[in-house]
């Protein structure tokens, strides 16, 4: 039950919405425009949460990645929109990343109730076992899929071609 819950989760079902389904379709120069009042676009957005995927995955291999200084280091600088190369391996790696939790989120109980060793003073404050992990990245995940659906929505560019709510 807890590992499908997480891997729906991660692919977006129920009441989140698909975050590949999200981004797959859509063109690097909508992907990198940004709206008044909001401070990100969405190809800043899956850059951001491509960073911590990976850091957390990293961190759950055994390794222990360098916690960045200041918040602004998980973030691309608003800049030109990305190629088509930039944007097609963002979404690439994005779709791997997610892919790579949904298999840890099937790993077993033991595996999943593994303590991961903590990076930054911050992590040692309290207990990260690989479960707990994946479900943070979960949570982080669909809350930035909500942006990039509000941001898509307020783009005149949804839902996407995957399907999603309409409001």
């Known amino acids: 039950m807890f590992e499908s819950t997480l891997t729906e989760l991660l692919y977006g079902k129920g009441a989140h919405a698909n975050p590949i389904g999200c981004i797959e379709d859509l063109p690097p120069n909508l992907a990198s425009r940004t709206i008044e009042g909001y401070p990100h676009s969405i190809w800043q957005l899956v850059n951001h949460m491509n960073y911590w995927m990976d850091y957390e995955l990293h961190r759950i291999a055994g390794a222990c990645p360098t916690y960045p200084e200041h918040a602004s280091a998980s973030w691309l600088p608003n800049s030109a929109p990305p190629t088509d190369a930039d944007w097609s391996k963002a979404v690439s790696l994005f779709r ?26 911050q992590q040692a404050q309290h207990s990260s076992t690989v479960g707990a992990v994946l479900w943070q990245l979960a949570s982080h995940n669909s809350y930035h899929t909500g942006q990039i659906a509000m941001l898509r929505s307020h783009l005149n560019a949804w839902p996407p071609k995957a399907g999603g709510d309409t409001w």
């Open 96 to 121: 791997d990343l997610i892919a790579k939790l949904a298999e840890l989120a099937h790993s077993g109980t033991q595996a999943l109730s593994r303590e991961v060793q903590p990076a930054h003073p």
